[in-house]
């Protein structure tokens, strides 16, 4: 299977069944553009989506909740000391953790407050482009707004407990020195005709409904499997979605294809 080298079609398919199964409540820090999406696409693969933003019961919401999604989009200091309340309440009950910094590159301001939050303890994936996770490493802004227009060199250097997810025309996933290529995703980029606005914050949310199911052999090995999985589950959603014959048909057939992951036909097309 192109993309999972040591993660079997089984063990992918395996992670989007036990989603439909144990309908996990999966709390996302939303951003106001692509929430409803979010939410969307969760209930689709079987998950219980719950948004809230307000610090005074993040620190209850976080402990019910199986995991935490973290969306910097639109920030603000508000969201800033919403998020950070987030992150320290998933480290403290030990809950899987997502944090998309969104544009953190376009402006000092959101990449000053984005490495404020990496600077706190906490344990999970980071989920980004490449123009975001270079504007991490480098701390320097790329000015690409949302969006990694360049081809940039990412180190292998990441912090120890945490798992860099990198979206793009070819996902890959870096940890602890190593750097896993994701094919499929590269494929199926180049066949699709819709550029749905949403869908890369709709990717951290699937890797928070697939955080909080999969089991891997360690925690760093959950993550890996969980950025796999949702990385592999987008790239079927979005194949579906290109054969659409409009952009709104694209979003329902999105939708309609993440639905699909916890059915036979998502594992058979892993192994094409």
Not at 35 to 59: H, Q
Not at 138 to 158: F, K, P
Not at 178 to 196: A, D, F, G, M, S
Not at 232 to 259: C, P, V, W
Request: with cysteine; net charge neutral; proline share 3%.
């Amino acid at each position: 299977m192109n993309g999972a080298r040591e993660q079997t079609a089984a063990q992918i398919a395996q992670v989007f069944r036990d989603i439909r199964e144990r309908k996990p409540l999966v709390h996302m820090l939303p951003n106001t553009v692509s929430a409803a999406l979010c939410a969307d696409g969760l209930s689709a693969l079987g998950a219980r989506p719950l948004m809230a933003v307000d610090v005074r019961e993040l620190r209850e919401i976080t402990e019910q909740s199986d995991a935490s999604v973290v969306n910097l989009g639109q920030l603000n200091q508000e969201k800033t000391e919403a998020a950070g309340q987030l992150l320290r309440c998933a480290a403290e009950f030990g809950k899987p953790l997502v944090l998309d910094p969104v544009g953190c590159g376009a402006s000092g301001f959101r990449l000053q407050e984005v490495q404020k939050l990496l600077a706190l303890p906490w344990n999970g994936i980071v989920k980004g482009n490449r123009s975001e996770l270079y504007s991490i490493q480098r701390n320097q802004c790329t000015r690409e707004g949302v969006d990694a227009i360049e081809m940039r060199e990412l180190s292998l250097q990441i912090p120890e407990g945490r798992v860099y997810f990198v979206t793009g025309k070819a996902d890959c996933i870096l940890w602890d020195d190593k750097q896993r290529e994701l094919l499929k995703p590269c494929i199926v980029q180049e066949r699709t005709r819709y550029n749905i606005a949403g869908s890369g914050c709709l990717v951290g949310a699937v890797t928070g409904a697939c955080s909080s199911v999969a089991a891997g052999q360690n925690q760093q090995q959950t993550y890996i499997l969980a950025a796999s999985a949702a990385s592999l589950g987008m790239a079927f959603a979005l194949e579906q979605a290109g054969t659409a014959g409009g952009y709104g048909s694209a979003k329902t057939a999105l939708l309609d294809g993440l639905s699909r992951l916890s059915e036979p036909d998502f594992e058979r097309w892993l192994l094409q």
